[in-house]
């Protein structure tokens, strides 16, 4: 063992042994309101990133982790801008430094990061992943923004509010997470305005925001009115050109309140709470916890109209509040379409 | 819609010098460098830094245009660096520049989070606006193509005729060539090659850092990490393509830009809806291999590219 090493050893050491001090002292504080003994325990969990916690999905993820440390459910840490052949790495660090459990997105890991997890049995891993879980593979838990179900409703939004029946959609790449949010969008419009056409693009990228837009005003010359605005960029034509946008995974309307009529959007913190029920419980094992995001069990939503409150038909808003009511109640169910949504 | 009408319309070509105009500066910025002898693959870096640098200074608070002073001058930091390393000390090309593409991009990565340790999407600013210039922008087509820009791509325009003009009617300008293609000849006149080379690395990476500065500050209005997404890399495709001119280095610039906005166009036509999407996002740099192929043919490259020069040495 070299000096590095033993430093680290010691630091850990002294990191948890403040820890035990902390949880102690909350314990003595605690003595009064037995509700709060939980809190003594939080688990550790470390978040890795292969995006700056800034970004779309990945925000969802960071935001209900805090939200569960404000609890004092768990103990976050996490590591952003991870790239994906350095990610394996980064898991084996956490594992070793004893985080209980790893939380994460592993779409261009996805064998590597299975193979950590496989030394690794007794931390539970929970990854964003285009795969299903491996029963073989107990502590290895999948998640995605299974979200169709507020992507359907902001869909009907959407047919209601284009006027030349154009609906210009922009994409990083058409994977499964990505289509399915896109073909919910296209069947919610559908459902309002059978005749809706769709320009589908998508631009090879996650993060070119003057790409997005420069492929958002070509919809917007060909006789889009609305954009259903997946990546960063999109909403910016829109407000450009003055026309709308539909937004997705994250409410970006404080941003644009001209231009965002709706969005659909994920929480992530029916998941995570899941996962770590099942970590305190000893029960965390193989699953797939995309189910977490389906609107009845409170994983995703559509934001509040806020400034187009009043300007959406009444007739498409009857139509949402009536299938949500279905949704909920599982008298309807929002396809699961994963293939590559296309231009019409 | 039709291909002719597309190519027919002025949004179109619009959009070309809009997605020209930041490779432009960067081509101009390498194609300095190289004309000096100096191959910079930093680019790509320097184009992250000065992204960053320009957004954050007006970010904080300065004008648009010492925005972009600013992101020219941490581009010349960057420049510095690969020049003393390159220049004096003659180390790998290669290795120099695309280590200090690693630095730029991490150092700026860094930065961003020290400065925003906490934000749920990065900050907007006022970016530059569209600038039609009278007349001139009412003319069909070209006139808002050319003349309904922001004022950094007039800026890009003028850059390619200042560079033009430095490099063949100056003496600097010979002297900088012949850096290039035969630097014991610019020693044997007095000269001094490794001035000379490290001035243009340091002008040059001033460019490309301006070329970023236009990703944030006038194609769009914010900074995100890896926004510049491979358009240094194009940059060095184009200073082949343009045989080290610079006139010929700005056709190549439009004409990338202009098969970029044509995929991005026929991508939302019925045609787009049965071929891969990634066979239109591959058109750009498949159509520019083929067009560098045709046009290189008689290019004439620097004699001392990537030679490095000890004065008294043979």
């Excluded at chain 2, 891969?276 to 004699?303: D, G, K």
Aim: proline share 5%.
């Amino acid at each position: 063992m070299n000096a590095a090493d033993k430093n680290r050893r010691l630091s850990i050491s002294r990191r948890s042994f403040m820890a035990t001090t902390a949880g102690a002292a909350v314990l003595a504080g605690a003595a009064t309101a037995p509700t709060r003994l939980l809190a003594a325990s939080p688990i550790k969990v470390a978040g890795i990133y292969t995006v700056p916690v800034e970004q779309q999905w990945v925000s969802r993820i960071h935001k209900a982790a805090v939200t569960a440390q404000g609890r004092g459910d768990i103990e976050y840490t996490f590591s952003e801008n991870v790239s994906n052949t350095d990610y394996p790495r980064v898991m084996r660090e956490y594992a070793e430094q004893g985080y209980q459990m790893i939380v994460g997105e592993v779409f261009g890991a996805e064998q590597e990061a299975r193979e950590v997890a496989a030394d690794y049995p007794d931390i539970a891993f929970l990854m964003g992943s285009s795969f299903k879980e491996d029963a073989a593979l107990s502590n290895f838990a999948v998640f995605d923004n299974y979200i169709q179900d507020a992507s359907y409703l902001s869909g009907i939004i959407a047919g209601s509010m284009t006027k030349s029946a154009n609906i210009g959609m922009v994409g990083g790449f058409p994977i499964p997470e990505v289509n399915r949010l896109m073909n919910a969008f296209m069947a919610g419009a559908q459902e309002m305005n059978p005749d809706i056409k769709f320009q589908v693009s998508f631009i090879g990228s996650w993060f070119d925001p003057p790409k997005a837009k420069e492929t958002a005003f070509a919809m917007i010359e060909q006789g889009a009115d609305l954009l259903y605005a997946e990546r960063f960029g999109v909403s910016d034509a829109a407000k450009e050109r003055g026309i709308l946008a539909i937004g997705n995974v994250i409410d970006t309307q404080a941003d644009y309140p001209d231009t965002v009529v709706a969005s659909a959007i994920w929480h992530f913190e029916p998941t995570l709470d899941a996962a770590i029920a099942n970590v305190k419980a000893g029960s965390f094992t193989a699953a797939d916890y995309g189910v977490y995001s389906f609107m009845k069990e409170g994983g995703c939503s559509l934001a509040p109209l806020g400034t187009f409150e009043g300007k959406v038909p009444a007739k498409a808003m009857e139509l949402v509040a009536k299938r949500q009511a279905e949704i909920q109640s599982g008298a309807f169910s929002v396809v699961i379409n994963d293939e590559d949504p296309k231009s019409s | 819609m039709d291909l002719i009408d597309i190519l027919l319309s002025a949004s179109f070509w619009t959009a070309t010098i809009r997605i020209a105009s930041p490779l432009i500066f960067a081509t101009m910025g390498e194609l300095i460098c190289e004309r000096a002898g100096v191959l910079n693959l930093g680019i790509e870096g320097i184009m992250v830094a000065g992204a960053f640098a320009g957004w954050m200074a007006v970010y904080s608070g300065t004008g648009l245009w010492t925005g972009v002073a600013i992101a020219m001058l941490v581009g010349m930091a960057f420049g510095l660096l690969h020049s003393l390393l390159t220049v004096p000390f003659g180390l790998s090309q290669h290795v120099v520049g695309l280590g200090l593409t690693l630095l730029a991009t991490s150092l700026t990565y860094f930065s961003y989070r020290l400065a925003l340790p906490q934000v749920t999407s990065p900050p907007k600013i006022e970016a530059f606006e569209v600038l039609p210039i009278p007349v001139l922008s009412d003319i069909p087509i070209i006139g808002p193509a050319l003349f309904a820009q922001t004022p950094l791509t007039y800026l890009a325009f003028a850059l390619v005729l200042a560079v033009s003009i430095t490099l063949y009617r100056t003496p600097l300008g010979l002297a900088l060539r012949a850096a290039g293609e035969n630097p014991a000849a610019v020693a044997a006149q007095g000269l001094s090659v490794t001035a000379l080379r490290m001035g243009a690395v340091i002008v040059g990476s001033g460019l490309m850092a301006v070329g970023g500065a236009f990703l944030t500050m006038s194609a769009f209005d914010s900074f995100f990490f890896e926004m510049v997404n491979g358009r240094g890399w194009i940059c060095i495709a184009l200073v082949v393509f343009g045989a080290w001119k610079p006139g010929k280095a700005l056709m190549g610039a439009v004409l990338f830009a202009a098969f970029d906005a044509l995929q991005i166009r026929i991508q939302q036509t019925p045609i787009g809806a049965n071929i891969p999407y990634q066979v239109f996002l591959m058109m750009p740099y498949f159509l520019s291999i083929v067009a560098l192929v045709a046009m290189s043919r008689r290019a004439e490259v620097p004699a001392a590219l990537m030679v490095p020069f000890n004065k008294g040495e043979r």
